[in-house]
């Protein structure tokens, strides 16, 4: 079925490391894909999102590419900070607007 | 604040009640869905109303659950004879017919004694 998977977590870095989350999905079509993002008491935001292959979407230092060879859109930010530990969710949508989510990673930054 | 807010932020109840809880969307997004999210999971697709058509339910839904939107803004739903299985995070989110983002609201946290 229709699904996405992503890298189990935790993941824990030191400030300036280095980040990527790995996601795959599988559809039928090209849907859009997005990363959304939890911060600690906070609700669901969007991070960032690309809507057709070779799409990359990027914000806040994070980057992710749309590869419809390897049906992936993995998650990268060259250097994370403290501020940027929280719970990243990689999201596929559909036709009807539905999103179907991947289980989440618990990012936590150390100074 | 992503401009979607939904009440109770909490509930606590007992097993066998019912409980309702409500979403108000962003006021011109004619699209709301809801989702559930267990602990260490993603969030689950539940159902989507466009305007105050409910077009979709998940097939894992019980029959307990039920879901309203009778104006076309603000949702209800209601859990019928609660279980301690039907604890979860219950999150509501609504986008506008062009766009693809769903914007969520903080979340109704249930948990059923």
């Known amino acids: 079925g229709d699904s996405v998977t992503q890298m189990e977590g935790p993941v824990t870095l030191s400030e300036e490391a280095f980040l990527t989350i790995n996601c795959t999905y599988t559809?039928?079509?090209?849907?859009?894909l997005f990363w959304y993002v939890q911060y600690p008491g906070e609700g669901l935001q969007l991070l960032l999102k690309?809507?057709?292959?070779?799409d990359k979407g990027s914000n806040k230092g994070f980057e992710a590419t749309y590869r419809k060879e390897t049906t992936s859109f993995h998650l990268e930010k060259g250097s994370v900070q403290v501020s940027d530990s929280a719970v990243y969710f990689c999201?596929?949508?559909?036709?009807?607007?539905?999103?179907?989510f991947g289980r989440g990673t618990q990012l936590t930054v150390w100074p | 604040d992503t401009g979607v807010s939904q009440n109770p932020r909490h509930k606590i109840t007992k097993r066998g009640q019912n409980v309702t809880f409500r979403c108000d969307p962003i006021?011109?997004?004619?699209?709301l869905y809801w989702y559930r999210q267990t602990l260490g999971q993603g969030p689950e697709f539940l159902t989507y109303?466009?305007?105050?058509?409910?077009?979709?339910k998940s097939r894992l839904l019980s029959d307990r659950f039920s879901a309203e939107r009778p104006e076309g803004s603000i949702s209800t739903v209601t859990i019928q004879r609660t279980e301690q299985r039907d604890s979860a995070m219950y999150r509501c989110?609504?986008?506008?017919?062009?766009?693809?983002?769903?914007?969520f609201g903080p979340g109704t946290r249930l948990l059923v004694l």
């Open positions: 999201v596929r949508g559909s036709t009807l607007g539905r999103l179907y």
């Open positions: 006021s011109e997004h004619n699209r």
């Open positions: 109303f466009q305007n105050e058509a409910q077009l979709e």
């Open positions: 690309a809507t057709k292959a070779d």
């Open positions: 989110a609504s986008r506008g017919t062009l766009q693809e983002t769903q914007y």
């Open positions: 559809a039928t079509g090209y849907p859009s």
